[in-house]
């Protein structure tokens, strides 16, 4: 497997951002980190490993970014309006820096698919559903998708609403936005083991939500033994890889 380490500086976060990716050629998959985590914590937890056929077959591309968690969602303390002006000049590094980098590195001019657990779950739904014009899969393991988890329940900030897809899909009309989603492909799974109870309310909310656009999703409840943690994502993501 080709692995390499990359980095370049962002001017939209002024500093240089970190990222691996793993692959020869395929579909790339950009891959959020959990809560706060580390551009290396997918290989570090055997996620790569546990994908390395699909890799080795030439079918996919990982690049796993560095997160910003830290200083918006994560932030304690901060004004929501402030976590979400952070959170939205990382979307700005991502869609206008590191998504054209992919597409010169990779080789790759179609659209992308979009993952993570945990936090990273909801990076990969919040980006596909802002940017389905870029991605046109979703692959989002055990995520939130109600922005009052991390903000509590003042979404009165434009900034912060737009950042929370059970609001801003609830509130969504646009034709163009709502025809790319329903030719896109909806990957919405969590365990309902410990730790998932967060996850299942708001797994359940979003589909909700989508079935009420006439958006096709394919939401998926995994059993009462399947927890929020590693070694159920490591089982989940060939499983939904190999669906595709």
Sequence with gaps: MRVEYHEFYSSNLNRVMPFKSYGHSGKPVIVFPSSGGRFYEYEDFKMIEAVKDFINDGKFIFYTVDSVDYESWLAKGKWPGDMARMHNIFDKYIIDEFVPFVRSHSGWNGSMITTGCSM????????????????????????????????????????????SPVDYLKGMNDSYYLDLYRKGKIIICTGQGNWEEDSIRDTRLLGEVL??????????????????????????????????
């Design 211 to 244: 079935r009420s656009k006439n958006v096709p999703a394919w939401i998926d409840f995994w059993g009462y033994d399947v927890h929020h943690d590693w070694p159920w994502w490591r089982i989940q993501m060939p499983y939904f890889l190999g669906k595709l």
């Design 120 to 163: 990273g779950g909801f990076h990969s739904a919040n980006f596909y559903f802002r940017h389905p014009d870029i991605f046109d899969t979703v692959i989002a393991l055990s995520g939130i998708y109600d922005i009052r988890f991390f903000v509590g329940n003042d979404v009165s900030d434009l900034g912060v609403y737009f950042n």
